[in-house]
């Protein structure tokens, strides 16, 4: 089974830095894609960062610039450094990577306040 363990998160103020990570074990296959996700309060999911086993990287938007991607695939390891946060990245963050199928982590929450 596999198994996705997130760390990081909390509270900040605008400005600030936080940094996340999520190791996933368990996997039979080979993970291709590994990310980060977040979902505010009456909004959808949206994507924050992804990441392919290759390097190749994704961005939304809105945090280019200010987040970083990185991963370790013999770990498979995946990090989010984020900096210059907003209150606008208040957000509670899902792990995400691709195997065979798309898996998700608990979610950690990371509030920005003002």
């Known amino acids: 089974q596999v198994q996705l363990v997130e760390s990081g998160g909390g509270l900040v103020q605008a400005g600030g830095s936080l940094r996340l990570s999520c190791a996933a074990s368990?996997?039979?296959?080979?993970?291709?894609?590994m990310g980060w996700y977040r979902q505010a309060p009456g909004k959808q999911r949206e994507l924050v960062a992804r990441?392919?086993?290759?390097?190749?990287?994704v961005y939304a938007d809105s945090v280019k610039g200010r987040f970083t991607i990185s991963r370790d695939n013999g770990k498979n390891w995946v990090s989010l450094q984020m900096n210059s946060l907003k209150p606008e990245d208040t957000a509670v963050y899902y792990c995400?990577?691709?195997?065979?199928?798309?898996?998700w982590g608990q979610g950690t929450q990371v509030t920005v306040s003002s």
């Open positions: 995400y990577v691709h195997d065979i199928l798309d898996r």
């Open positions: 368990g996997s039979a296959f080979s993970i291709n894609a």
């Open positions: 990441i392919r086993r290759g390097s190749s990287t």
